[in-house]
């Protein structure tokens, strides 16, 4: 069965960086598209950035140029670099793969992970 597991995770001072880091089991890597999406304290979870199979990449305006995504379909291994972290950065992140329906940030994902904390003070 699909499993995603995230890590990386934890905190940092305003400015500062992370990478998250997501392990995917249960499918051959490149097969789907995959993403980032986070829930900020008492806030919907949102789309974070996405990247599909040919490697195209979206990323929601509140992201762009300070994080990046990438994959290594070898390892099945799913990442986010984190830089210049603010504040409202902080939140719970999440790993999904499977596009169901929809493309790009409206993608509704079936697989999910557990989450990591990003706490940015």
């Known amino acids: 069965h699909v499993q995603l597991v995230e890590s990386g995770g934890g905190s940092v001072q305003a400015g500062g960086s992370l990478r998250l880091f997501c392990a995917a089991s249960g499918f051959t890597g490149g097969t789907y598209s995959m993403a980032w999406f986070r829930r900020p304290v008492d806030k919907e979870r949102e789309a974070v950035a996405v990247?599909?199979?040919?490697?195209?990449?979206t990323y929601a305006d509140s992201v762009k140029g300070r994080f990046t995504i990438s994959k290594d379909n070898f390892k099945n291994h799913l990442y986010l670099q984190m830089n210049m972290l603010k504040p409202d950065d902080t939140a719970t992140c999440y790993c999904?793969?499977?596009?169901?329906?929809?493309?790009?940030?409206?993608?509704?994902?079936?697989?999910w992970g557990q989450g990591t904390q990003v706490t940015v003070s």
């Open positions: 999904a793969a499977h596009c169901l329906r929809g493309r790009g940030l409206s993608c509704a994902f079936g697989y």
């Open positions: 990247i599909d199979t040919s490697g195209t990449t």
